[in-house]
């Protein structure tokens, strides 16, 4: 199934040349994902952009041939792409290397090439890290963003990234998303 629409950016960061490029390079977006776990969202998906600094690239094919040690290194240096660069470097390398075996080095195939929503999500569930919230938050992107039909019966019907479309927006949802973090804490206390 192809993208019926392709934003020119993602108001996920604040920065303009990281939003741009998670909007651009699906692999990038695939990444903002994968790191969005113990950080802030704008600090996950500006990942993908200081590795590209860093790299020089953000080709998964590149980076699964990257030597770790480098990887990792790129991800350490200061200011760290993620809270736990060792871990997250691993990560990010064994789903580039998935990419680059599986899909041709291209990571759109994931959810162009998906027959239906079941088949996208096993695609997705394949990739380290991607448990169900990050496939559903990630479908809501897919369906709402990029118009991918495969993704919207994987898409929540509440509030995710997904609807977020504009900086206020953001903040909106990080506001939204604190709220119901604290009254989870209240409720289990």
């Avoid at 950016?9 to 990038?28: K, M, S, V």
């Avoid at 470097?89 to 998935?98: F, G, S």
């Avoid at 990234?161 to 504009?166: A, F, I, K, R």
């Amino acid at each position: 199934m192809a993208t019926t629409t392709k934003p020119d950016r993602l108001y996920y960061t604040g920065n303009d040349e990281a939003d741009r490029l998670i909007a651009r390079e699906p692999f990038a977006l695939l990444m903002g994902f994968a790191l969005d776990q113990q950080v802030p969202v704008p600090t996950a998906f500006s990942g993908p952009l200081k590795l590209k600094q860093r790299l020089g690239t953000v080709d998964p094919t590149k980076i699964a041939a990257t030597d770790p040690a480098k990887l990792e290194a790129a991800f350490r240096e200061k200011p760290a792409i993620h809270r736990f660069p060792a871990n997250m470097a691993r990560r990010v390398q064994e789903i580039a290397a998935i990419v680059a075996e599986e899909y041709r080095g291209d990571a759109a195939r994931l959810w162009t090439d998906a027959s239906d929503g079941a088949d996208l999500h096993r695609r997705l569930s394949e990739l380290p890290g991607f448990g169900e919230m990050t496939i559903k938050s990630l479908s809501a992107v897919l369906a709402k963003r990029f118009g991918v039909e495969t993704a919207r019966e994987l898409a929540p019907t509440h509030p995710t990234l997904g609807d977020v479309d504009s900086a206020e927006a953001l903040e909106n949802y990080q506001a939204m998303k604190r709220a119901h973090k604290a009254k989870l804490k209240a409720q289990r206390q």
